[in-house]
């Protein structure tokens, strides 16, 4: 895989200014209270009514949580759950890179500051070479830092370079220690927290409507790194927000949220990463041309810039169209949509287009369609900290396979669980008795006891599935491999 090496920095100040910038897109049509508004009927946005069927139908068939889709700032598809804020996952990355952009502007942070500047360390300490990285590496998932991290996926964390390896700036690989970092960083540097920072520059004066930062929360895994990963919560239609504020190059009713060369400059490629696709600064850049025209003819002719995460979450901004489309999947539930189904999705709503739309349309309340495999919202449980005692109780090893040892522990006070093959997450306690985490919807820990009332036992569930799995007694018990 090709991984071509350019300068952040160079690009961001300088060819985003050189560079030809498309026309700047309508402002979004709302109603008085800031609600979107659609076209009456698809043939006044341009589109074709018998496309966008089967463009319904194949996100149906898909699994889709929920589809919405702008052009000219006003709402074309409304599809699903566009009012539920789903678990953003890695599309928290390109929300983060927008606050990034205000800060600098302001002069809170400096991209070449280093990390050793900033005091910058972890768990397994950094090289002085690392710790020469910069924040602009960080962003550009370039830091030759490739130490574990919170909430990355076993895949990312199996394909992880040997630690100094490739030196800072030099290399790209999208690890979630580069992005975890950014986060903390941010709030050391700025004295706001991503969530409340985007809730206080973002959401407020863009007035979305379901943006909870109550809702996301940080995923820390201490045995890992010392830094978490910053979650948030967000709906499609508050997503389509964000995506019609770059599309506008980063300017909202008449006023400037995000500088235009941050818009411009963090959007096109920093990286290139094979087929000449890449990478920016916290987002995915797919120039015209380089998405295969014979499986998505449509998208293939644009040039596309992405926010996705796991599972389906995506979030497509292309300036050409003048189009904001965002799919959203329900992970809460366990259910993923694939990236191949989710592109296959935006290209037939793109293909669905016919001209442009007429000169002076007819608008109106967004009414959503549901889409009938949907599954029943879920509404996360309200989580309680578990009582001293039964902390206690669990502390200790857990025999999850002959060769795969969990742990129940606690890291500055808090109960954590380790899992072989899945990380670390935090235990709460739900009203109703049950133990759950947080990092995974819907997972129920009930502790088995003897008749002495010790803990013998854990049953985990999720969903359908149960798992036992029983606690090594102190003589019985190996020194584990993980979750120190």
């Known amino acids: 895989m090709s991984r071509r090496s350019f300068h952040p920095l160079t690009l961001l100040f300088s060819v985003a200014l050189l560079a030809s910038s498309p026309a700047l897109a309508q402002s979004p049509a709302l109603g008085s209270e800031g609600a979107w508004l659609r076209y009456a009927t698809p ?8 496309e966008l069927e089967h463009a319904y139908h194949l996100a149906d068939s ?5 589809v919405f889709a702008v052009r000219d700032g006003r709402v074309v598809v409304a599809w699903g759950g566009v009012d539920r804020p789903f678990e953003a996952h890695s599309v928290r990355k390109s929300l983060v890179s927008a606050l990034y952009g205000i800060a600098v502007e302001q002069g809170l942070i400096d991209l070449d500051a280093t990390l050793a500047e900033l005091g910058i360390d972890d768990r397994e300490g950094l090289t002085e070479i690392e710790r020469t990285a910069r924040v602009a590496d960080l962003l550009a998932a370039r830091s030759g830092v490739y130490h574990p991290a919170a909430y990355s996926p076993q895949s990312m964390e199996e394909g992880l370079p040997e630690r100094g390896s490739h030196a800072p ?20 540097e700025t004295g706001l927290h991503v969530r409340e920072a985007f809730e206080e520059w973002i959401a407020e004066p863009l007035g979305m409507g379901e943006f909870d930062p109550d809702a996301g929360f940080d995923a820390l895994e201490p045995s890992k790194s010392d830094h978490p990963a910053h979650t948030f919560r967000i709906s499609a239609r508050d997503l389509a927000r964000f995506g019609q504020l770059y599309l506008q190059d980063g300017r909202w009713a008449g006023r400037q949220i995000v500088p235009t060369e941050w818009v411009e400059g963090s959007t096109r490629l920093v990286s290139e990463i094979g087929s000449g696709q890449g990478y920016g600064l916290m987002w995915w850049v797919y120039p015209a041309g380089t998405i295969p025209a014979d499986r998505y003819p449509t998208a293939s002719r644009y040039d596309v810039v992405q926010a996705r995460g796991t599972g389906g979450q995506a979030l497509y901004v292309i300036p050409e169209a003048d189009m904001v489309v965002v799919h959203r999947a329900d992970t809460d539930r366990g259910r993923e949509v694939s990236g191949p189904a989710v592109w296959t999705i935006l290209d037939r709503i793109l293909g669905a287009r016919t001209g442009g739309p007429v000169e002076e349309p007819v608008l109106e309340p967004v009414e959503t369609r549901p889409l009938q495999g949907a599954m029943p919202r879920w509404e996360p449980p309200e989580l309680l900290p578990l009582e001293p005692e039964a902390v206690r109780d669990l502390l200790g090893e857990y025999a999850f396979g002959p060769d795969a040892l969990g742990r129940v522990f606690v890291h500055e006070g808090r109960p954590f669980i380790f899992v072989p093959g899945r990380g670390e997450a935090e235990l709460f306690a739900t009203p109703d008795g049950t133990i759950t985490v947080r990092v995974v919807a819907g997972v129920g820990i009930e502790p088995v006891r003897d008749e002495t009332g010790a803990v013998t036992d854990l049953l985990l569930r999720l969903g359908s599935e149960e798992m036992r799995v029983p606690k090594l007694q102190e003589a019985d018990s190996p020194r584990r491999s993980g979750g120190r």
């Open 169 to 188: 700036g030099t290399f790209w690989y999208y690890n979630n220690w580069d992005f975890n970092t950014a986060g903390v960083i941010f709030g050391r």
């Open 43 to 50: 043939s006044e946005g341009g589109f074709s009514t018998e």
């Open 62 to 66: 898909a699994g889709s949580a929920a």
